[in-house]
């Protein structure tokens, strides 16, 4: 195994990416300071193949079912007919009402030639309907009649654009009684995926069809916007490689982990219901009647499928070393608690001094993992290590992190090093480093992301989920043109939204702001952009995915343009999001493949939910005596909490007002104990609308805050939060004491008591976080 000798590799690399020049490694500081204003102003089409059906000795075998499933696998595939076109027609007959609608094999150019797919391919069915609408007509091709093979699979390659969905559409049909009945097999208007033209892959079961003679057609017909099914226009269709194959029995398929197995019941009878046994397999067991399975581990593997019936008879099939399985060496991938990224810098954000989570995106299925951190202990140098698939940390210091990641497996192993930066606060982004902005020039339909004619009507990007919950106070929006030169064009509402997520698109609204176009922000500088600010009112918290959306950008003429910037299309990691004739779709699957993915320059201003006691540990629990009284109890809010803090016990309470600071006390009141009782315990929650803070209070007859504080047998410094004096509990007695800020400034020092403690004026000291120590030990506290 090489994972211990690239772990201590990989430590080397975080170690030495991490340790930041002076001054660089700040200390989240949970320091008294004023809350902050939180905002201001085509390639090869892809291939599915199918295999054989499996062959092997079948157990209690009852008369009314008998059990039988093949699997998906290009070995398993025998063609029983193929048209490639290649020599005209072949047999096949036209029926059409209109010369306008014509029906031939053409050798396509460019990256529309099937050449780009079945290489020395030499022609391919083509047919194309007139460009005027009211020549709109309906045709049709047939062909002859073939005979259909036992679990027999239909395969053929159409090349089209989905853009033009509602203008024609082609339909492909089989009859077994010369189309005096049909049955519909595939539909152009209900493809998915990228509109522009390419060649689609498309495949048809055709079990229902064993054993008989049929015939096929193609029909080139009205398309969705065509009400009265007049015909179609405009739209032209290629079809190549057209094949129907049977399957051949199999023994045994080898494949890699991960790979995905597609089980297709071929049960005969009225089975009622199904069960599956894939020992080794994810997932094990399965009650579908056609499941998908993969594998993450080596070895081979038997396959079982038993079928019942209504009446409770049986009957199993079991594939022993049906599918083997062979692994690859490991390569390691973080996932970040969050992926947007803070725009200063462009590294993923997270928040400080609260728990976050670091995910394993490893491929090759690794089964050691190993995590290595800095910056989350108070030692900014100290390198900690987590085993397992996730990591959760806090980092105990701001700015930029190094993070690292080793994973390994029978195979091999390898390791990933990435960078976060953790903050309170910030604007966001998707654009990546080396992202640059611009916008897409569409001609006479307008700019993409902006005004058009297309009936794009609003504009979304998606955020992750963050790594705690966030404050979203508002969103920038980089506007690069606002030309109106109508006035209701210039006064144009132009809105942005905050969304939520719901199935990857956006759900509910949340909040939201406008601007007319003629208050849009507009740099006079070129090749410079401005940020619009929209403030929310609501300023709501998120705790999942999200989306800022765009919308109200008049429409495109020659009067009228308003843009705003995006990142230069890329290869993969698309973000963005358009409305287009009512319904959400992504970017990704409007422009042309390749390279068209892209995000918005769209920027919300977040504020992390971070809430922590500051309590030293003996005094994380708050203890009263018999007579009660009040106590103050210091926690650290980045954006304060709220009022009534919630108790659970009527003799349990907070008293006091919010001081508007990151650092605040909160003031627990207790009532003094009943007669007959001598125990009690309670709890008061502090929560500022997201995240949420338990104050644990015990009261009993035998303890008071102060005995507690002179008991203790390590430093304690009291109270921890302090304003003028500060008592320090448990240091060394005769020792010299001394007092530092966390940069090492010298603050105050002194001999310890006989009774191992020091009390110090402290008024002179700066606000924040003062550590005081023996020499052999080291306690801290904050100066208000």
């Known amino acids: 195994m090489k994972t211990a000798k690239l772990f201590h590799y990989l430590l080397g690399t975080v170690v030495a990416m991490g340790v930041s020049a002076p001054g660089h490694a700040e200390t989240a500081s949970r320091a008294a300071a004023p809350r902050q204003a939180l905002f201001t102003k085509a390639p090869a089409a892809p291939v599915e193949s199918f295999a054989g059906v499996v062959r092997a000795p079948r157990a209690a075998e009852s008369t009314s079912v008998k059990a039988d499933f093949t699997i998906s696998g290009v070995e398993s595939l025998v063609t029983a007919y193929k048209e490639s076109f290649d020599n005209g027609i072949n047999g096949w007959s036209v029926e059409s009402a209109s010369t306008d609608n014509t029906w031939t094999t053409k050798n396509l150019s460019g990256d529309k030639s099937f050449s780009t797919v079945e290489e020395g391919d030499a022609a391919s069915l083509y047919v194309e309907g007139p460009y005027q609408a009211y020549k709109r007509a ?104 057209f094949t129907l194959s049977g399957q051949a029995a199999i023994e045994n398929i080898s494949v890699m982990t991960g790979d995905v197995i597609n089980l297709v019941n071929l049960s005969e009878g009225e089975v009622a219901s199904y069960s599956w046994s894939m020992p080794g397999a994810v997932p094990a067991t399965s009650t579908e009647a056609n499941p998908s399975v993969y594998y993450t581990t080596d070895g081979t593997y038997d396959i079982s499928l038993t079928v019942t019936d209504a009446s409770g008879a049986t009957s199993t099939k079991t594939c022993a070393g049906l599918v083997t399985v062979t692994g690859t060496e490991p390569v390691a991938k973080i996932i970040p608690p969050a992926t947007f990224r803070l725009t ?115 504009y979304a990007e998606r955020f992750s989920a963050p790594s705690v919950p966030v404050m979203i106070t508002g969103a920038y929006v980089f506007f690069n043109r606002a030309d109106a030169e109508e006035v209701v064009d210039q006064i144009a509402n132009v809105g942005v939204h905050l969304y939520t997520s719901e199935n990857g698109l956006p759900g509910k609204r949340l909040d939201s702001f406008w601007w007319s176009v003629f208050e849009l922000d507009i740099s006079s500088t070129a090749g410079e952009i401005l940020g619009t600010s929209f403030p929310f009112t609501e300023a709501p918290f998120v705790d999942d995915e999200f989306f800022i959306v765009v919308d109200g950008l008049p429409e495109y003429t020659e009067t009228c343009c308003v843009s705003f910037a995006k990142a230069k299309f890329r290869s993969e990691g698309n973000t963005s999001y358009m409305l287009k004739d009512g319904q959400w779709i992504s970017c990704e699957d409007y422009f042309p493949a390749g390279a068209n993915h892209t995000s918005f320059m769209i920027y919300p201003s977040v504020a992390h939910s971070v809430m922590s006691s500051l309590a030293d540990e003996d005094h994380q629990v708050v203890k009263f005596g018999s007579q009660g009284g009040t106590v103050d109890y210091p926690i650290f809010s980045y954006l304060g909490y709220n009022t009534p803090v919630e108790s659970d016990s009527e003799w349990l309470r907070a008293t006091g007002t919010p001081n508007n600071m990151t650092v605040d006390d909160i003031h627990v009141e207790c009532d003094p104990m009943p007669a007959g009782v001598t125990h009690r315990t309670g709890k008061l929650t502090v929560t500022d609308g997201a995240s949420s803070l338990d104050i644990l209070v015990e009261q009993s007859g035998s303890s008071s805050i102060t005995n507690v504080a002179l008991e203790v047998s390590k430093p304690v410094a009291f109270p921890s939060q302090f304003t003028d004096v500060v008592r320090v509990y448990g240091l060394n007695a005769g020792t010299v004491a001394s007092a530092y800020t966390v940069s090492g400034t010298l603050l105050w020092q002194g001999t310890v008591s006989a009774e191992g403690m020091v009390e110090i004026n402290a008024d002179s000291f700066p606000c924040g976080v003062v550590l005081f120590t023996d020499g052999s030990s080291t306690v801290k506290a904050i100066k208000k």
């Open 138 to 241: 309906i045709s049709s091709l047939t062909s002859p009649e073939v005979e259909v093979p036992a679990s027999g699979i239909l395969s053929f390659y159409v090349g089209y654009s989905l853009n033009y969905n509602d203008m024609a559409s082609l339909v492909l049909s089989v009859s077994t009684d010369g189309f005096e009945t049909s049955t519909e097999l595939w539909n152009s208007t209900t493809q998915s995926g990228e509109k522009p033209w390419a060649w689609r892959y498309i495949t048809v079961d055709m079990a229902a069809f064993a054993g008989q003679n049929v015939q096929f057609r193609f029909t080139y017909g009205p398309g969705t916007a065509d009400t009265f099914g007049t015909g179609g226009y405009m739209a032209d269709f290629a079809v190549d490689a």
């Open 344 to 458: 200063t810098n462009r590294l993923p954000l997270v928040a400080p001094m609260a728990p976050v989570t670091f995910h394993d995106g490893s491929s090759g299925f690794p089964t050691e993992h190993e995590w290595a951190f800095m910056h989350v202990t108070s030692d900014p140098d100290e390198v900690t290590t987590i085993s397992g698939e996730e990591a959760v940390v806090s980092f105990a210091y701001l700015h930029d992190k190094t993070v690292g990641l080793a994973v390994g497996n029978e195979h091999g192993a390898s390791a990933d090093v990435a960078e976060v930066t953790a903050e309170y606060s910030g604007s966001v982004t998707n654009l990546r480093p080396d992202d640059s902005a611009d916008t897409f020039d569409m001609d006479d339909w307008g700019i993409f992301p902006g005004s058009n004619t297309r009936k794009i009507t609003a």
